[in-house]
């Protein structure tokens, strides 16, 4: 009997693939669900008795959210990394992961193919199949939903013709959650003008009042908060719970799909916005400008390769040495107002601070030239543009 593995949420589609590949195709069935920091205790074992409950007996969960953060999370914050200025690539980036973990598992245990649940109007058949056919190109990619153009009506019939009764009712607001934020989707992101309702949201907007909080970075990975230090997790987690119920890091993100479509989905991200606009901050007082200009070019490239599952590219390896390095002096405090839908950056500390320097204050003193210095450079300066128009302008 050949043996596939089904990346396995425990929705709709993913129960009728594993009844699907047992039952008409043969298939020795194996499921994995991937942890990328979304899934609590008792959620996982709520994925394995639903695995039982459609007969599989091998069923595994497996915890990438340390190797997510080190190999994912920290190049997006490094990179400063929004997609389309907006969206921190909280589902995205984490797919990647995701197929990476799914595609090693099947190697491991010996399996023929590999199946998914994914439908064809989305980015993510796209990064599971890519990642697959890298890592795994020995192996079928098994698609019932995709392949089969299955609507939801003919799974729910095929599932309780095979004996499997529940309540499948499609929920009103689709819910991915991981370590870097959380996406929701509903029929206001499928219009191009409505707004998601307060009830969609995951964390509801119920804290009133400001607070000013300290976050804390070094070489460019935040490591404590309002002076308690902790690893880079704990404090993305810690800072999510603090600043979600002030309904901080909700938006909604526009962009253009792997497939050519404009997609629109809402995001609730509390932690990933604060936290890129603070390391952006302290960025801008410690890095040079050609520094932070390329960073801004390379940040860019990195969010977008990795949006469209082309993360094992090695050019990612490369723009990551290049962020890796720009990191080293990415240490100090930021000050942090946080209020109703909304956060300020009040500035920052750090023992790399280039506005201490002793040359001077913008605007008031200079400490480091004279007057006739600044003469003689801006005449300099000017040459290119005066030989220029001398030379080339009519008149």
């Known amino acids: ?9 425990g929705g709709l589609d993913t129960s009728y693939c594993a009844i699907h590949l047992a039952k008409d195709k043969g298939f020795e069935v194996y499921t994995a669900a991937v942890n990328t920091g979304g899934f609590s205790k008792a959620e996982q074992e709520e994925l394995e008795q639903k695995a039982k409950d459609l007969g599989i007996s091998n069923h595994v969960c497996i915890d990438v959210e340390k190797e997510f953060y080190e190999k994912g999370i920290k190049y997006l914050i490094a990179g400063n990394v929004l997609k389309n200025h907006t969206y921190p690539l909280s589902v995205s980036a984490e797919r990647v992961f995701q197929a990476i973990a799914i595609a090693e598992y099947a190697k491991e245990i010996g399996a023929d193919a590999i199946a998914h ?13 890519l990642v697959f056919n890298v890592l795994a190109p020995e192996m079928e990619i098994i698609t019932p939903i995709r392949d089969m153009k299955l609507s939801r009506e003919e799974e729910v019939e095929y599932l309780k013709a095979n004996g499997i009764e529940k309540e499948w009712a499609k929920a009103k607001y689709s819910i991915n959650q991981g370590l870097w934020g959380t996406s929701v989707g509903g029929a206001e992101t499928l219009t191009s003008g409505k707004a998601l309702p307060e009830e969609a949201w995951p964390v509801q907007a119920e804290k009133v009042g400001t607070e000013v909080i300290e976050l804390e970075f070094e070489n460019g990975e935040p490591v404590g908060l309002n002076g308690e230090k902790s690893d880079p997790i704990t404090t993305i987690k810690q800072l999510q719970e603090l600043a979600a119920p002030y309904g901080i890091g909700r938006d909604i993100h526009v962009g253009d799909t792997i497939i050519g479509i404009k997609g629109r989905v809402g995001f609730e991200a509390a932690a990933p916005l604060i936290i890129i606009e603070a390391h952006r901050l302290l960025e801008k007082h410690v890095l040079g400008k050609w520094q932070l200009y390329w ?15 082309q ?13 890796d390095h720009t990191q080293t002096k990415v240490t100090g405090k930021v000050f942090i107002k946080l209020a109703p839908k909304h956060f300020e950056l009040e500035g920052i500390e750090s023992p790399f601070d280039l506005m201490a320097s002793k040359f001077g204050q913008y605007g008031e003193m200079n400490q480091g030239w004279s007057g006739d210095d600044v003469k003689g450079f801006t005449k300099i300066l000017s040459n290119a543009t005066l030989i220029q128009k001398s030379t080339q302008e009519d008149g």
């Not at 064809?120 to 058949?125: L, R, V």
């Not at 960073?295 to 977008?304: A, I, T, V």
């Not at 993360?311 to 962020?323: C, I, N, Q, S, T």
């Open 1 to 9: 009997m050949k043996k596939v593995l089904l990346a396995f949420s």
């Open 117 to 129: 649940g994914s439908t064809g109007a989305g980015n993510d058949q796209v990064r599971f199949d």
């Open 295 to 309: 960073k801004d070019q390379l940040g860019d490239f990195y969010g977008m390769l990795m949006h469209e599952a």
């Open 311 to 323: 993360y094992l590219d090695p050019v990612m390896r490369d723009v990551e040495a290049y962020l």
